[in-house]
């Protein structure tokens, strides 16, 4: 079945976790509407709703996502992000390692392995993560500027968890000194062409 741009395809009922999502993307619209000129038209599409269910993968096409925007989907009940990410996002990761936790993904759990790499991705612009915050499951914002913001004046683009304060970079990596334990975990997921992304299995071959 289509879906076309940030859905929801499941309105009612809700349960509390699955509220503080859709209030998130609802933010994530505004945000969207005043940093960038236009949203472009983003297609994804689903399998059927009992093919959901069932937590079978979901397919993502990604030929218009264009930098600093994301594609919110729903995945096994959680909300996962496709990211384009910035040259200068790319650039500004390495420079905060010494701020992070875990700046090196030396937690397994958090990541398969083809994505235990300083970018945590496959491909370098493009993230992908499920957008649960490791400690009690709000849905953080995205704040891709790289910009003061009001909890970080030295901002380099990442995840505000607004519950309890979590940061996360531009690579779901958690910084120092804050509630979330862990980074944002990094969904299995595998292309199948360049714009075309399969979240739920793991590329051929992967361990
Ligand atoms: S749930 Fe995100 S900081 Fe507590």
């Known amino acids: 079945m289509a879906n076309q741009g940030i859905t929801d395809p499941h309105p009612e009922p809700i349960n509390h976790g699955r509220r503080r999502f859709l209030t998130a993307t609802t933010a994530v619209v505004g945000a969207v509407g005043a940093g960038f000129v236009a949203v472009p038209f983003i297609k994804s599409w689903n399998p059927s709703e009992r093919a959901k269910l069932a937590g079978a993968p979901i397919t993502a096409d990604i030929s218009a996502l264009e930098e600093g925007q994301r594609i919110i989907l729903e995945w096994r009940g959680q ?4 990211v384009r990410r910035s040259q200068a996002v790319l650039q500004a990761l390495p420079t905060l390692d010494d701020m ?8 397994p759990e958090q990541q398969p ?3 235990n790499n300083e970018l945590r991705s496959i491909k370098p612009e493009v993230s992908v993560l499920v957008g649960l915050c490791t400690h009690l499951g709000c849905s953080p914002e995205m704040v891709a500027q790289i910009a ?3 909890f970080d ?3 380099k683009g990442g995840y505000f968890c607004p519950c309890h304060k979590s940061k996360f970079d531009m690579a779901g990596r958690v ?3 804050v509630p979330a334990p862990t980074n944002l975990v990094v969904p299995p997921h595998h292309y199948v062409d360049d714009t075309t992304i399969v979240i739920g299995v793991d590329p051929q071959g992967a361990a």
Do not use: V
């Not at 909300?79 to 496709?82: A, L, R, Y």
């Open 100 to 107: 992070l936790r875990d700046p090196n993904s030396e937690n």
């Open 175 to 177: 910084y120092q000194g």
């Open 153 to 155: 004046a030295e901002w």
């Open 148 to 150: 003061p913001q009001p």
């Open 113 to 115: 392995e083809y994505a």
């Open 79 to 82: 909300p996962i992000w496709i």
